[in-house]
């Protein structure tokens, strides 16, 4: 609070990490409307209805920063592998909270090329982190769209957090793969009918997605919350 020490991610447990993270995601998530997923509203430039889509999408993207920020601040490889166990901690964390969107950014950040070209730094990695972080890849991995991610979904119990980016891509799907309207043989020829088929795929997927919107019952700590915040900017 007094700002005189500098405060690292390190200093948290890893476990309310993840608590706090799924606090903040889950707000936003509960609070996107059914409207906010038609029309993909999301992908607008400007004047989207799609607010909280949208904020997920930059939390995601600032936390998937914010692993590879904390990770490349450090200059030597020691630290750096540090941070990379402490971050594979919090993402076996958020699994355990069934927190998939949180997982799948810290993961992508661990994937990414800036962070897997540091050679030195993944060489000090233990063993058991190694290990523990394919088995989180292979959760989330994208290969056969998603199939184990969704296999695990299918089953899962609320409250959990899911990937919200599935869902985005089967309503692009949805929308841009089956037209407005079908052509109807009649007697008196040819008649365009609305193509019902299309918004039950679309119900569907949104109905799926709400499933989902229901809030975990964790306690929030301000403090960290506020930290995270100034964090993730």
Known sequence: KNQEASVSILDFDALELARQF???ESRI???ILPEELLATEWTKKSGSL??????MSTLATDLTNLVSDSILQQEEPKKRAAIIKHWVKIANKCLELNNYDTLMAIICSLNSSMIARLKRTWEIVSQKTKTTLEHLRGIVDVSRNYAVLRQRLQNQVPPCLPFVGTYLTDLTFADIGNSAQRSL????G????INFDRHMKIAKIISELQRFQIPYRLTEIPEL???LQDELV
């Open 50 to 55: 799609a607010v909280n889509v949208r904020a």
């Open 225 to 227: 919350q506020a930290w």
């Open 29 to 31: 998530f509960c609070a």
């Open 22 to 24: 799924t606090i903040k």
């Open 190 to 193: 040819e008649m365009a009918v």
């Open 185 to 188: 043989q009649t007697d008196e």
